[in-house]
């Protein structure tokens, strides 16, 4: 059955020192609690590899925020999948609306940089969302679907096992503007409704799909409860280990 995950997005925040104090922090807090879903943080490339010699993988997952649709060769200033894989990192954020937005991140790039992740042992939390307009015109269900169907369903049902989805409507994200649960639920339902016309009702069950945009201590119980919400993709409140860990124990 699917697992309930919540993973931090550090996004570009914190410098290493900073970094590593947090996640020694965040280490130290879930050493020895008891807790119903895996925690994940996901941090800037730059911090990786001192971050993995502080934390214990065992509790606390190691992540990127996105990795190059490309193996090697000369991309100045790009990191490939096996370069993060190679620091210990087992997830990769990919698809997150900022790399669509600011860095023109498209299904086609998304689809390398999926297939990339998956050969090296990554697993992937592909981020899916629409933004205000969509949702206010209501294509917010054809804009999330066609996001799935046009960079993921190349993928073999065994590969899109594999995948962890985080539900990010684009107006709910920095915002303060949280999805209600209901909106989240909904969007969610539909979601594992269109893996499962794709790869069956199996694939689809076990697929965790997180929800991301907003998430606080005081809104992410209610927004866990729903029964298609498997976790959360925490941005502003995984920089505070209080905050991150208020919502860990949602659960
Ligand atoms: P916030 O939690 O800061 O809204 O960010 C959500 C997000 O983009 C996580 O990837």
Known sequence: MRKNIVAGNWKMNTTVPEGVALAKEVNEALKGATTKCDVVICVPFTHLVPVADVIDQTVLGLGAENCADHKSGAYTGEVSAPMVASTGAKYVILGHSERRQYYGETAET???????????????????????????????????????????????????????????????????????????????????????????????????????????????????????????LIGGAALKCADFMGIVNAF
Request: glycine content about 8%; some cysteine.
């Open 110 to 232: 998304l689809r390398e940089k999926v297939a990339l992740a998956l050969e090296n042992g990554l697993t992937p939390i592909f981020c899916i969302g629409e933004v205000l307009e969509e949702r206010e015109n209501g294509t917010y269900n054809d804009v999330v679907k066609a996001q799935i169907v046009d960079a993921l369903f190349n993928l073999s049902a065994e590969d899109f096992g594999k995948l962890i989805l985080a539900y990010e409507p684009v107006w709910a994200i920095g915002t303060g503007k949280t999805a209600t649960a209901d909106q989240a639920e909904d969007m969610h339902a539909h979601i594992r409704a269109v893996i499962a016309e794709k790869y069956g009702k199996e694939v689809a069950d076990n697929t965790s799909i997180l929800y991301g945009g907003s998430c606080k201590p005081s809104n992410a119980a209610e927004i866990f409860s729903k029964p298609d919400v498997d976790g959360g």
